[in-house]
């Protein structure tokens, strides 16, 4: 089902006759592959009032919300990406009673600096 969504993508970034349109769709296209690939999707949805598990909060914000929260601050991917890298602390929840999760845990391990960077560029452009 996943892939099915994505190759739908991938048909009409491919059918697009505009060059501009084409780009942000693979941009899209990218980006959800990289949330994918490095299990952020497990935890987050992109839009939305996703529910969790036995109809509890969503376990992290859906990155609309965080775009809304944050889109307007210019300081704020620089500690986004550090937050994604290194895992939020459960004692300064940003989220709290909103979410369901105490804390994100460290993502390093999966994705890389520049590659934290692009993807908190991207989410935080998704209220646009
Ligand atoms: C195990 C669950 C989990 C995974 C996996 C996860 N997150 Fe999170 N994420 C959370 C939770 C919970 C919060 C809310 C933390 C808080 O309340 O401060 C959060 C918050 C965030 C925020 C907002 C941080 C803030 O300070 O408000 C961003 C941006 C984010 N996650 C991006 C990502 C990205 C990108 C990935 C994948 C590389 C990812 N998350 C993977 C659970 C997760």
């Known amino acids: 089902m996943r892939l099915g969504k994505l190759g739908l993508v991938c048909v009409l970034a491919s059918v697009t006759s505009l060059a501009n349109a084409e780009q942000a769709v693979s941009q899209d296209v990218?980006?959800?592959n990289l949330?994918?690939?490095s299990g952020c999707v497990t935890c987050h949805a992109i839009s939305g009032a996703g529910k969790g598990p036995n109809g509890l909060k969503p376990i992290g914000p859906a990155w609309q919300d965080v775009a809304k929260k944050y889109g307007s601050d210019p300081d704020?991917?620089?500690a986004l990406v550090t937050t994604v890298l290194n895992g939020s602390s459960p004692y300064?929840?940003?989220w709290k009673g909103e979410v369901s999760g105490?804390?994100?845990p460290p993502n390093s391990v999966v994705l890389n600096e520049e590659q934290a960077d692009e993807l908190v560029?991207?989410?935080l452009h998704l209220a646009d």
Request: net charge positive; hydrophobic share 55%.
């Open 76 to 78: 704020a991917k620089a």
């Open 121 to 123: 560029g991207w989410i």
């Open 102 to 104: 105490f804390a994100m």
């Open 92 to 94: 300064q929840s940003h």
């Open 30 to 32: 990218k980006m959800i």
């Open 35 to 37: 949330a994918h690939q």
